[in-house]
């Protein structure tokens, strides 16, 4: 018997019902509040998506240890090139916000200012949404806001203090009550510190920080640079190219100019001349500025000056062909424009150049507050842009923004954005679909409130958790909306039952009698599917996964407290309807049942074909389960109308890539040669002092003292070191080689990289392997190695001069102290469709031939050493067998368009011996030809054909003895005091040479091998750093870091994350399914404690909608994203859902005696309506989502509407399919007659079936 309880009186008034919409009103107002905290702390940084001990992650922290690296944004637009005023100013105004502007305060002498900004710079202090705030406290101070939403104010006298108060509802009350009542509410704060004179009225002069706050406000940059500084810098009158030059005229300039604008274009600089010029007086009249248009136009002379130009460069460099001279490559065109400038006798136009902007530590976690956009939800604009805009007069749609940080923005104001405009028009249709279910304003509402307190709380748990949100979590709140409203659909249509066959006096509580198992459960079973992706690394989907689990739990509390309340309060009118007075209702839910009951026979009578049907569809989908890919890619995160992709579209065409990729090369203090200089220096220094101080006359001491110590360094100690410029020159050789296979003339990927190489003079052809030159240039550029560090090119652990600030603030290991590290920094095309898995593997296998030529190099040193007896090497001979780098010559672009792949193309053999080679010469080891005391000599298989048609017959006998020679000659071998095997060759006996050479050196292992199809290494295959961290001497290794090695362990952790939820969650869900089976009836025994078969039976409609929306995924090859991927397991729990309320009416049924195919009717009379009701409300309602510019969303809107179309197949087809099946008697038994005879109640005829339906009974 039910007794009455949401109706029983309570103690302090009223009923239990009030006191539940009491505690509920008490509550939502909280809930509210911290719900709007939570969207105010939106995070988005795809650099944390990785866990802390995942190697990507450590490189990347590492990396940040010492460059400021990804932190930086682009800005730039059709305004951003010399001489444009509004260029000047906007770099001027950021430059007045950045760590820079700190020369000239203390120049000027304004060190109250100074220290008032590293106030600010420590608070995080900022204008907030354009406005101070006057007078708010009645203090007539002024506000600003610092770091976690802390408000901090001045007043008049330059105090500064951090507010005591707190923004929210209940402050909010009590300080208008106090305002109400005593008309005053004045500020409370926190003495922070007094900056400036106090105000001196008499004069009408008020304190500086009060009348200008912004003196008190952080600095958001650190640094401001443009390619006009950093083209000075190395190219201008006082440039580093400038330093190697002889002549001091005009033309030595001017290809140092040429040679700095080559460095810089793609970097820097757009391209020169723009890719549509084609070399014609119309075409250069089309691609100039109004003012040159005309200058040229003005006299005869310049058309007649550009056409003996072009004439004659077609004649004499391109075989009179103007074809060629339109496909010439990037460095040839900017070269040959600049020429006709100087030919023309005219300045050529401006370059286009960018602003790039570092960003100051106060605003990196906040950093909207740098590059944010007004968007709905978050009208706040970004300094960058309110600068630009309010101060330069630039138009939003001219600035272009691009960088990680901007990235990170962008998803953040898409996030954002698309839940601010959508939410509503999934709200309107959510109702709309209720109310047409339900016809019942009260019940509608009630309904909607259940969704929405859901919603809310979903986003208040983040916040209450000290966590923020993100764009992924933002998909959260209409999840649990939605799923709010499908227990809610529920609970309602349980109550309108009840009331029909009860009345409405006790409906609430038979409602929640018969509801608060099923949806329980069903709330668990879902919990648990979202829980599952928890077992994802990817912290965004982590996230999502807790969070929605808890939520989906906490409101089946509101389900079963505010909403049994709201109906016993507000009754929505459904009375007790009398079975002789029952018509057919004509409503649309109505017709719903009345289908799913002719559905219903049809699937009984036909449970074979209809089994079948379903099984080979979930076989189809498995197959294309197998072919599913996963994608995680930034930008196409958005729409393709999204702001950021425009800016990303503009700057590409107009300026260059911009996705980093960063790599580091790291040098040991033990292979630094200036490092063993210092030593050697100091411990002769040390053996000069000890022998004075044992001098034993005045006059012994005397001439010591007059004598300068001598280091006597160790000649094989001495040359295994590299100098400063080696160590220039490896970081340059490493980018020359990625733009060579990458850049413009190779896959177009990336644009220009950036080095220190690039800083640093060039060294003339004919004199760089001089070593007394090379001496002098490393010596140069070694005293000049701070200026190197501040450029973000170099860095040294530990080293106190090289980028004090940084190093101060970090704990450096004593085993890495003095190790430096070379960036190279390159930009990705961000929208070319770049695997990065791909293009990573492809990267290693040309930087890790540079890292072996390092690492044999030294062996082969030690070995030329060892044979001169350790000391100074003034002959030597080298036999190098292996392919000779000299003779490569592929053409990669044009290999390209044939159709191979640059896997194919990259030889890392040819980059393994030119670097070698070059390691040779440095050492003075060259061509016999070039050096017949020190040489030499490379032996290449190709050239030493005997099928060589161009080979003499002279020619070719001496092939032959030298063939016979490296087999079988132990006297020629002899002759070398060192022999390196490069490549495997018939002409090669490794173990012949390994008995009778000298020193033989085996680097046939040089090669990086990787899986063609996977992109991953070979089993055994280390990279350099890998080696090193292993143990093994590795002096010279290479760190792969930044956003892309980042994205591409996100997108495999996403197919892992993919397989690991969707089985957690199966292996969940089924454990609950088989206890759910069991035979309740019975007590717990051995054999009855799991039903295994009936809950593996049952993940049948659990798995059916997974499996065929990713398999037809798979098969029409659509990619998972981050957005797709949390659907599989959602839509299992929800799955479950509805078969749980399935099996519950059907076991129910079973258990009064009904046959299994009167159980399954009876199971559609009762759950088939709810069920359709709740997939309408919930996929439709999510399907708002699908209009989304902010594509993990949309995906996640679209497949939840198809995913959970597919459940309802599966729970209302395929699950009573299988019950009508001989799989059906694992889910219970049949009574047999004898207790069929026992039940009390009568039969009760379901249907027109084959046999009478059998009545219920207790």
Not at 121 to 140: F, I, S
Not at 586 to 592: E, H, I
Not at 786 to 811: C, E, I, L, N, P
Not at 1191 to 1209: D, E, H, V
Request: hydrophobic fraction near 40%.
């Amino acid at each position: 018997m039910v007794k009455p309880f949401f109706s029983r009186k309570f103690p302090l008034g009223g009923n239990v019902a009030v006191a539940i919409l009491v505690v509920v009103a008490f509550v939502v107002p909280l809930l509210a509040r911290s719900a709007k905290l939570g969207m105010e702390n939106i995070t988005n940084n795809v650099a944390d998506w990785l866990p802390d001990d995942y190697a990507e992650t450590i490189d990347l922290k590492e990396f940040r240890q010492y460059f400021y690296g990804d932190q930086f944004v682009v800005v730039s637009g059709p305004w951003c090139h010399e001489g444009n005023p509004q260029f000047n100013l906007l770099r001027q105004k950021l430059r007045e916000e950045s760590l820079e502007y700190e020369k000239i305060l203390i120049e000027s002498g304004r060190d109250e200012e100074l220290r008032a900004h590293k106030t600010g710079d420590e608070l995080g202090l900022m204008k907030r949404n354009g406005t101070y705030h006057e007078d708010w406290g009645q203090r007539q101070e002024k506000w600003l806001q610092g770091k976690d939403k802390q408000w901090y104010f001045v007043d008049r006298q330059g105090q500064l203090f951090r507010w005591k108060g707190q923004n929210n509802v209940v402050e909010g009350v009590q300080r208008w009550m106090e305002r109400s009542s005593n008309g005053r509410n004045e500020a409370d704060g926190i003495f922070i510190d007094q900056f400036g004179p106090p105000p001196n009225l008499n004069e009408g002069k008020e304190n500086p920080f009060y009348e200008d706050p912004r003196k008190l406000c952080c600095r958001p940059f650190k640094s401001v640079v443009s390619g006009l500084e950093v083209f000075e810098q190395i190219g201008g009158e006082n440039g580093t190219l400038r330093i190697s030059t002889n002549e001091g005229d005009e033309k030595s300039a001017f290809e140092a100019e040429i040679e700095a604008h080559q460095r810089l274009t793609g970097a820097l600089f757009g391209t020169t001349p723009p890719k549509t010029f084609t070399w014609s007086w119309t075409s250069l009249l089309k691609h100039v500025d109004q003012e040159r248009w005309k200058v040229l136009q003005s006299n005869p002379i310049h058309r007649e000056r550009f056409d003996a130009f072009v004439s004659e460069i077609v004649e004499q460099e391109y075989d009179g062909s103007r074809s060629k001279l339109a496909e010439a490559n990037q460095k040839e065109r900017l070269e040959l424009w600049y020429r006709l400038w100087y030919q023309l006798e005219l300045d050529a136009p401006p370059r286009q150049t960018c602003l790039v902007v570092t960003l100051n530590d106060p605003i990196i976690t906040e950093l909207d507050r740098a590059v944010g956009r007004p968007v709905p939800g978050k009208p706040r604009r970004g300094r960058i842009l309110e600068l630009a805009i309010s101060k330069c007069g630039i138009s939003e749609d001219n600035i272009h923004i691009g960088g990680p940080p901007a990235d990170n923005v962008a998803i953040d104001e898409e996030g954002t954005s698309t839940l601010v405009k959508l939410i509503k028009y999934s709200a309107i249709i959510g109702i709309l679909i209720a109310w047409l279910c339900f016809r019942n304003v009260r019940v509608t509402s009630m309904i909607f409130f259940v969704g929405g307190v859901a919603a809310m709380g979903s986003l208040a748990i983040v916040w209450l958790a000290g966590d923020s949100m993100d764009a992924i979590l933002m998909s959260m709140p209409s999840l649990v909306y939605v799923l709010g409203l499908s227990g809610a659909v529920h609970l309602v249509n349980y109550y309108r039952d009840a009331c029909r066959e009860n009345g409405p006096k006790l409906a609430a509580e038979i409602a929640v009698r018969h509801c608060i198992g099923p949806c329980t459960l069903a709330a668990f079973t879902t919990a648990l599917g979202l829980y599952s992706l928890t077992a994802s690394t990817l912290s965004p989907i982590y996230k999502f996964g807790l969070y929605s689990a808890i939520a989906t739990m906490a409101t089946v509390v509101l389900l079963f407290t505010y909403l049994p309340a709201a109906l016993t309060l507000f009754r929505p009118g459904y009375e007790k309807v009398d079975e002789d007075d029952k018509e057919p209702e004509q409503s649309v839910m109505a017709k719903v049942g009345r289908f799913w009951d002719q559905v219903g026979d049809l699937v009984i009578k036909n449970w074979r074909p209809v089994l079948a049907a379903g099984l080979i569809v979930m076989v189809v989908g498995c197959y294309g389960i197998s072919k599913v890919q996963t994608q995680v890619h930034l930008l196409k995160l958005f729409d393709p109308n999204a702001k950021i992709l425009q800016d990303y579209r503009w700057m590409e065409e107009n300026l260059g890539e911009l996705v980093p990729a960063e790599i580091v090369v790291n040098v040991d203090a033990s292979a630094q040669l200036e490092l063993y200089e210092e030593q050697i220096k100091a411990e002769a220094l040390e053996a000069h002092q000890r022998a004075i101080a044992a001098a034993e006359t005045d006059e012994e001491r005397e001439r010591l003292e007059a004598i300068e110590p001598a280091a006597d360094p160790d000649a094989q100690t001495y040359a295994m070191r590299l100098s400063m410029l080696e160590r220039i020159e490896l970081s340059g050789r490493v980018r020359h080689y990625l733009e060579t296979f990458f850049g413009p003339e190779g896959t177009g990927d990336i644009g220009s990289g950036m080095s220190t190489d690039v800083f640093t003079p060039s060294t003339d052809d004919t004199q760089e392997r001089e070593v007394v030159i090379r001496s002098v240039i490393s010596k140069r550029l070694y005293e000049s190695r701070d200026d190197m560090a501040a450029q973000d090119y170099y860095a040294v652990a530990g080293h106190s001069k090289v980028g004090a600030a940084r190093f101060k603030k970090q704990a450096v290991d004593p085993s890495v102290i003095g190790r430096e590290f070379w960036r190279i920094s390159i930009r990705l095309a961000a929208l070319n469709d770049v695997d990065y898995g791909e293009f990573i593997g492809d990267l290693k296998a040309v930087i890790e031939p540079v890292m072996s030529a390092y690492r044999f190099r030294k062996d082969i040193l030690a070995a030329i050493y060892d044979a001169n007896d350790g000391g100074v090497v003034t002959d030597t001979k080298v036999l190098v067998l292996g392919p000779d780098p000299d003779r490569y010559n592929t053409d990669i672009k044009a290999e390209l368009a044939r159709g191979k792949s640059i896997s194919n193309l990259i030889d890392q053999t040819y980059i393994f011996g030119d670097t070698l080679q070059d390691l040779f010469e440095n050492r003075g080891i060259l061509t016999k030809k070039r050096n017949p005391r020190k040489y030499y000599t490379w032996n290449d298989p190709s050239r030493l054909s005997l099928d060589n048609p161009k080979l003499s017959e002279k020619q070719k006998e001496g092939v032959r003895k030298l063939r016979k020679a490296l087999k079988s000659d132990p006297d020629y071998i002899g002759l070398y005091d060192c022999v390196v095997l490069i490549k495997d060759d018939e002409m090669f006996d490794a173990e012949f040479l390994k008995k009778h050479a000298k020193n033989f050196i085996d680097c046939r292992d040089h090669v990086y091998l990787i899986d063609p199809v996977t992109k991953a290494p070979l089993r055994g295959m280390k990279t350099a750093k890998e080696m090193r961290d292993s143990g093994e001497p590795v002096e010279v290794a290479a760190m792969y870091t930044g956003i892309v090695p980042i994205v591409y362990k996100a997108q495999r952790s996403l197919l892992w994350s993919l397989i690991q939820s969707i089985g957690l969650a199966f292996v969940m869900i089924s454990v609950v399914m088989m206890l759910l089976l069991r035979d309740w009836r019975s007590g717990f025994r051995k054999d009855n404690l799991l039903n295994f078969r009936g809950g593996m039976t049952a993940m049948i409609p659990n798995i059916f909608p997974v499996v065929v929306v990713f398999g037809i995924m798979g098969l029409y090859g659509i990619k998972v994203d981050i957005g797709s991927m949390m659907t599989a397991s959602v839509a299992m729990g929800i799955a479950v859902d509805d078969t749980i309320h399935y099996l519950t009416w059907y076991r129910d049924a079973l258990g009064r005696g009904e046959t299994r195919k009167s159980a399954i009717k009876y199971a559609y009379e009762k759950v088939a309506t709810a069920m359709t009701q709740t997939t309408l409300i919930g996929g439709l309602g999510l399907a708002a989502f699908a209009m989304s510019t902010f594509t993990p969303t949309q995906r996640f809107g679209s497949l939840m509407l198809f995913l959970l179309a597919a459940a309802l197949i599966g729970d209302l087809i395929v699950l009573p399919a299988v019950l009508a099946s001989p799989l059906g008697k694992y889910f219970g038994r049949e009574l047999t007659d004898a207790e069929r005879a026992e039940l009390k109640e009568p039969l009760r005829v379901v249907g027109d079936l084959d046999e009478p339906a059998l009545g219920t009974g207790t």
